[in-house]
């Protein structure tokens, strides 16, 4: 099963990949923060099971960009989000063999702070412990006696 921790993970390898020079922060907003640098958080998640052992799962995920200088702000929050807007408009690469298209980009500056969001959509096969390591019946002989 896909965990949370590793979409974050390649979200965050993604930015730190395309914005090398901005540091991401992992305390609490609220905490403070230096600038210029990144927050990451994920928003409005639900998962839904469904029979056959499937899950489906949507996020919201957003990146907050604090810029060098709380005054001078355009002009560095339109170079990052343009970076941001290349780097997740197209395929993102959770773990090997599991790929997530990013979708509903959206950028918001709220005062002087840049909010790039995008949603992201999963829908999964849950494994199953004792199904994986179970012998698969390969034939199947069937004798049916008439009445």
Same mark, same amino acid.
């Given at each position: 099963?896909?965990?949370?921790?590793?979409?974050?993970?390649?979200?965050?390898?993604?930015?730190?990949?395309?914005?090398?020079?901005?540091?991401?922060?992992?305390?609490?907003?609220?905490?403070?923060?230096?600038?210029?640098?990144?927050?990451?958080?994920?928003?409005?998640?639900?998962?839904?099971?469904?029979?056959?052992?499937?899950?489906?799962?949507?996020?919201?995920?957003?990146?907050?960009?604090?810029?060098?200088?709380?005054?001078?702000?355009?002009?560095?929050?339109? &170079?990052?989000?343009?970076?941001?807007?290349?780097?997740?408009?197209?395929?993102?690469?959770?773990?090997?063999?599991?790929?997530?298209?990013?979708?509903?980009?959206?950028?918001?500056?709220?005062?002087?702070?840049?909010?790039?969001?995008?949603?992201?959509?999963?829908?999964?096969?849950?494994?199953?412990?004792?199904?994986?390591?179970?012998?698969?019946?390969?034939?199947?002989?069937?004798?049916?006696?008439? &009445?």
């Amino acid at each position: 099963m896909l965990t949370l921790k590793e979409i974050v993970r390649a979200i965050n390898d993604k930015v730190e990949e395309v914005l090398p020079n901005i540091p991401i922060q992992s305390k609490n907003i609220s905490d403070g923060y230096a600038r210029p640098s990144l927050f990451i958080d994920l928003d409005n998640l639900t998962t839904s099971d469904y029979i056959g052992g499937k899950r489906e799962r949507r996020l919201q995920v957003i990146i907050y960009f604090f810029p060098k200088d709380r005054t001078k702000t355009k002009m560095e929050i339109l &170079e990052v989000q343009e970076i941001l807007e290349q780097a997740f408009s197209d395929q993102l690469m959770i773990k090997e063999g599991f790929a997530v298209y990013p979708f509903e980009l959206n950028s918001v500056k709220v005062d002087g702070i840049l909010q790039f969001s995008f949603e992201i959509y999963t829908l999964e096969t849950k494994e199953n412990d004792q199904e994986s390591n179970a012998d698969y019946m390969l034939e199947l002989d069937v004798s049916i006696k008439g &009445e």
